[in-house]
């Protein structure tokens, strides 16, 4: 593992230009990337997309659906069995129905965690929890291990207009970041 300093681009050219500049102050090519880094929640770590196994905060929704629909079908046939007489038969099954999809519905809602709470964030939303999150944007890797070097990449992304400028650690092999983790919070430098 080496050092890299990172800059975040809005447009492409900008980057571009980065690169341009960064080889000819000596990087190597081979230790140097660039690559589009998608909007949080939307890195793909999984089969069916996102950056989490399950979507937050829905532990408890499978148990709250069924006692809603329970609740909510029982509701439903009190309520559909005193509109027997006016809507015939059908009344009850239909309002039971209806009754067990909407006490479902509200049964998962409510059981839902609340992920406004510390207590509800996995490690690595811990580790993220006071840390800005990692934009979306063209972000301009290049290895640096020694100090003048990174501060010559620093100065070369600033030139051209990086924001989130960082100091991470990681391996950068024939122009591809090999270890990159877009949900590692960032380690901005300083102003």
């Given at each position: 593992m080496t050092t890299i300093i990172t800059?975040?681009?809005?447009?492409q050219d900008g980057a571009?230009?980065?690169?341009?500049?960064?080889?000819g102050?000596?990087?190597?090519?081979?230790?140097?990337?660039?690559?589009?880094?998608?909007?949080?929640?939307?890195?793909?770590?999984?089969?069916l997309g996102g950056d989490e196994d399950e979507s937050a905060g829905t532990e408890g929704a499978p148990a709250g659906s069924a006692i809603g629909a329970t609740v909510g079908g029982a509701?439903?046939?009190?309520?559909?069995?005193?509109?027997?007489?006016?809507?015939?038969?059908?009344?009850?099954?239909a309002a039971a129905g209806v009754g067990a999809y909407a006490g479902s519905l509200v049964g998962a809602l409510g059981n839902a965690g609340d992920r406004s709470s510390p207590e509800t964030h996995?490690?690595?939303?811990?580790?993220?929890?006071?840390?800005?999150?990692?934009?979306?944007?063209?972000?301009?890797?290049?290895?640096a291990p020694v100090s003048a070097q990174q501060d010559t990449a620093i100065g070369i992304l600033r030139t051209h207009g990086a924001t989130d400028i960082e100091r991470s650690e990681g391996a950068i092999v024939a122009g591809d970041?090999?270890?990159?983790?877009?949900?590692?919070?960032?380690?901005?430098?300083?102003?």
């Open positions: 800059g975040n681009f809005l447009q571009q230009r980065a690169m341009t500049d960064l080889a102050a000596g990087f190597s090519p081979e230790h140097m990337t660039t690559f589009f880094v998608n909007p949080p929640g939307q890195h793909d770590r999984y089969p509701v439903g046939i009190a309520v559909g069995l005193t509109a027997v007489p006016v809507l015939g038969p059908g009344a009850a099954v996995t490690a690595m939303e811990e580790l993220r929890y006071d840390e800005p999150p990692r934009k979306s944007g063209m972000l301009v890797a290049v290895s970041w090999t270890d990159f983790n877009p949900l590692m919070p960032l380690r901005l430098v300083a102003g």
